[in-house]
């Protein structure tokens, strides 16, 4: 009799705790629909929602729409920047809501995403700091098959993406910076290191990231881990070409060059150590007759390792 009360007494419970859901969710779209408030008296009600049920999938659904809306309006863009990074903030604790998949895979909150960075370009916000905001919107919109951030970083450079990695590339192939800030800094760490060695330092060069970029993306789109270019075709690799072939599509004067790959590391940092204790990937990098570099990394869900590095140098070898 005691354990039938038990069991009664907790499903009332969880019955009027789903109520209580419910019913925050309507009310919270109602706050951020309501045409008489502006946006930071639609913040300041949504964020009570919250307070009394604290992550609750939909509030934070809604205030990351209203603080893209803040971002919109705004005339400045430090306070544009400032109100995207919050959208974006709330976005991820949305998403990690299985219920709301559905209502991410709509495309409305994206396209409001989209609507925030272009705003970004039209104000010419630095590149560096477009890349950190696209960066963080593909690590929260990644875990929703049906969108795809690279088509939007396309359309906002107007160019067309092409998702497929068949091939070989031509000199006219979109591909996406997926982040110009891990790109750069390991370019810092290895000219620091250079510099201690009492070597040159290595000059950036936009053709051969190209080949760097294409590369990393082929093998995590093509699913491989490899110098040479190949092919996936049901779920066997097929050559496509060598790696100075390649390279030299995007950068023909690389008439000698080197390349490292690495996979499964998400930062600058992790890349150079994985390298720098390697002795050919160290040698590579410390050659003394190096003198331009290319440098290009991708993140791909679906692929066996998540993130894959590549770098390219050139010189008199």
Same mark, same amino acid.
């Given at each position: 009799?005691?354990? &039938? +009360?038990?069991?009664?007494l907790f499903c009332f419970v969880a019955g009027n705790l789903a109520a209580q859901k419910s019913l925050i969710a309507k009310r919270a779209e109602k706050i951020y629909t309501h045409a008489n408030l502006?946006?930071e008296q639609k913040d300041n009600r949504l964020k009570r929602w919250n307070k009394l049920l604290p992550k609750h999938a939909t509030v934070c659904y809604f205030l990351s729409f209203n603080e893209l809306?803040?971002?919109?309006?705004?005339?400045? *863009?430090?306070? $544009?920047? &400032?109100?995207?990074?919050?959208?974006?903030? +709330?976005?991820?604790?949305?998403?990690?809501? !299985?219920?709301?998949?559905?209502?991410?895979?709509?495309?409305?909150?994206?396209?409001?995403?989209?609507?925030?960075? !272009?705003?970004?370009?039209?104000?010419?916000?630095?590149?560096?700091?477009?890349?950190?905001?696209?960066?963080? *919107?593909?690590?929260?919109?990644? *875990?929703?098959?049906?969108?795809?951030?690279?088509?939007?970083?396309?359309?906002?450079?107007?160019?067309?993406?092409?998702? !497929? *990695?068949?091939?070989?590339?031509?000199?006219?192939?979109?591909?996406?910076?997926?982040?110009?800030?891990?790109?750069?800094?390991?370019?810092?760490?290895?000219?620091?290191? &250079?510099?201690?060695?009492?070597?040159?330092?290595?000059?950036?060069?936009?053709?051969?990231?190209?080949?760097?970029?294409?590369?990393?993306?082929? @093998?995590?789109?093509?699913?491989?881990?490899?110098?040479?270019?190949?092919? &996936?075709?049901?779920?066997?690799?097929?050559?496509?070409?060598?790696?100075?072939?390649?390279? $030299?599509?995007?950068?023909?004067?690389?008439?000698?060059?080197?390349?490292?790959?690495?996979?499964?590391?998400?930062?600058?940092?992790?890349?150079?150590? $994985? +390298?720098?204790?390697?002795?050919?990937?160290?040698?590579? @990098?410390?050659?003394?007759?190096?003198?331009?570099?290319?440098?290009?990394?991708?993140?791909?869900?679906? !692929?066996?390792?998540?993130?894959?590095?590549? @770098?390219?140098?050139?010189?008199?070898?």
């Amino acid at each position: 009799m005691e354990k &039938r +009360w038990i069991i009664l007494l907790f499903c009332f419970v969880a019955g009027n705790l789903a109520a209580q859901k419910s019913l925050i969710a309507k009310r919270a779209e109602k706050i951020y629909t309501h045409a008489n408030l502006n946006t930071e008296q639609k913040d300041n009600r949504l964020k009570r929602w919250n307070k009394l049920l604290p992550k609750h999938a939909t509030v934070c659904y809604f205030l990351s729409f209203n603080e893209l809306d803040a971002s919109i309006e705004s005339s400045k *863009t430090k306070e $544009q920047l &400032r109100h995207y990074n919050k959208a974006l903030t +709330w976005a991820k604790r949305s998403i990690k809501n !299985s219920e709301m998949k559905d209502t991410f895979e709509n495309g409305k909150l994206f396209d409001q995403f989209e609507i925030g960075l !272009s705003k970004f370009i039209e104000n010419q916000v630095p590149i560096i700091e477009f890349d950190d905001l696209f960066l963080k *919107t593909v690590e929260i919109f990644n *875990t929703v098959s049906a969108l795809n951030p690279y088509v939007l970083a396309a359309q906002l450079k107007g160019e067309v993406y092409n998702d !497929s *990695t068949s091939g070989l590339p031509n000199q006219d192939f979109f591909l996406p910076v997926f982040s110009e800030n891990e790109e750069r800094e390991f370019l810092i760490i290895l000219n620091k290191a &250079r510099i201690e060695k009492g070597m040159n330092v290595l000059e950036l060069d936009e053709s051969l990231s190209k080949a760097c970029r294409y590369h990393a993306q082929d @093998m995590a789109k093509e699913d491989y881990f490899s110098h040479q270019s190949n092919d &996936r075709i049901v779920d066997e690799l097929h050559y496509v070409a060598s790696t100075f072939d390649r390279i $030299q599509i995007f950068a023909p004067f690389c008439l000698s060059c080197s390349e490292n790959i690495a996979a499964g590391n998400g930062t600058a940092v992790q890349t150079y150590q $994985q +390298w720098y204790n390697s002795p050919g990937h160290y040698k590579n @990098m410390f050659n003394p007759k190096a003198k331009k570099i290319g440098i290009g990394s991708f993140y791909f869900k679906d !692929s066996s390792y998540g993130y894959y590095w590549v @770098m390219n140098t050139s010189g008199d070898f």
